[in-house]
């Protein structure tokens, strides 16, 4: 019996997952992550103020496509009800971010890095040019592995920030275990062709890469100017 889309997807996140384990380490051990912490909310509000947009997006793709297209069909309703989930999550993150005094007009005004608009852009490529399902492939990246509660507290500690400015990585400590098991579940009942398959996998990966590559950038953020 062959192995279900869910495993086949896992087994290919395992290929990069350790890369990025090792750029949140690399992150979350720095002598200045009291200072970099904040930088990093930033960074995953740049990230998750488009999850909605992007599910909307791919929600109305498949939605056109519905009617010939098996995949598309079951995409919608599963989409339709992830989208109210995710509302509002990007203002959760302003709101850590004022317990850490930053503004958040100035948080919004500044322009996402070249590595998240590319990481969060790919997608919008793949939705409108080759098939929306490639979406469940970045959401099975970042709904899929949320550090645990043990992993936030010890973060707290080492930052010695107020627990209030990390309500939102326990929030989902809790909310994506329950998201990635409808997903599991959704992506086990889709009837992919071998090339949808190959695209879910590559959105995963790519994610990855970015991710791990827009982690290591804030560790570099505060660093000073090198010459010479």
């Known amino acids: ?34 200072d970099l912490y904040p ?6 509000h740049w990230i998750v103020r488009a999850s909605v947009p992007l599910m909307e997006a791919a929600c109305t793709r498949a ?16 989409l339709s009800e992830h ?22 007009s100035d948080v919004t005004a500044r322009p996402p890095s070249p590595t998240v608009a590319a990481f969060v852009g790919a997608q919008y490529y793949w939705i409108f040019h080759f098939h929306p399902v490639a979406l469940l492939g970045y959401i099975a990246l970042l709904e899929g ?14 930052t010695g920030h107020s627990p209030k400015a990390f309500r939102t990585l326990l ?12 997903l599991d579940k959704k992506l086990d009942a889709l009837p992919l062709t071998k090339e949808q398959s190959t695209v879910l ?15 290591d950038e804030i560790s570099h953020r505060l660093e000073p100017p090198h010459y010479g």
């Open 1 to 34: 019996m062959g192995l279900g889309q869910r495993e086949r997807l896992q087994r290919k996140i395992a290929l990069l997952l350790p890369s990025l384990g090792n750029a949140g380490q690399r992150l979350f051990t720095q002598p200045r992550i009291a």
């Open 39 to 44: 930088e990093y909310l930033v960074t995953l």
């Open 63 to 78: 939605a056109a496509l519905s009617k010939d297209d098996p995949v598309s069909a079951e995409l919608v309703p599963y």
């Open 83 to 104: 989208i109210p989930e995710e509302a509002d999550h990007d203002e959760w993150l302003l709101s850590d971010l004022e317990v850490l005094g930053r503004d958040r």
């Open 145 to 158: 592995y949320p550090p645990t509660r043990k992993q936030i507290e010890e973060l707290i500690t080492r």
């Open 171 to 182: 929030a989902h400590a809790e909310i994506d275990l329950r998201h990635r098991e409808v």
């Open 201 to 215: 996998g590559l959105s995963a990966m790519h994610s990855i890469h970015m991710l791990t590559q827009a982690i």
